[in-house]
């Protein structure tokens, strides 16, 4: 599986931005994928998943900011994101799970994409 992921930049804060992460070399549509995040000193935490079904869950500190959703038919997930604070900046990781364990943790991630920077100015 290979992932790309795009769509980061600067935005002020209370600003938008819309994450994608492209997929490819497996049926997309069988497998969980996830949206992490990792600020400059800090680890790599957990922000949104989406199962093979579209059920989702999200980390506490993106509930009712940040949508997570996806488009079987363009191999695709997205990560919405609103209300945008300095704290959400962070390079931005899109993950799949290949087993389907719709997951908070970087251990139940099979590939990982590249990364896209998120920069959110106060």
């Known amino acids: 599986v290979q992932l790309q992921a795009f769509g980061g930049g600067l935005v002020q804060a209370g600003g938008s931005l819309r994450l994608s992460c492209a997929a490819s070399g497996r049926t997309f549509s069988r497998y969980d994928m996830g949206w992490f995040r990792q600020a400059p000193g800090k680890e790599r935490e957990f922000v949104a998943a989406i199962s093979w079904v579209s059920a989702t869950r999200y980390a506490d500190s993106v509930k009712g900011r940040f949508t997570i959703s996806r488009d079987n038919a363009k191999n695709t997930v997205y990560l919405q994101m609103n209300s945008l604070k300095p704290e959400d900046t962070a390079v931005y990781y899109c993950?799949?799970?290949?087993?389907?364990?719709?997951?908070?943790?970087?251990?139940?991630?099979?590939?990982w994409g590249q990364g896209t920077q998120v920069t959110v100015s106060s």
């Open positions: 993950a799949a799970d290949l087993n389907r364990r719709w997951g908070y943790n970087i251990g139940q991630y099979d590939y």
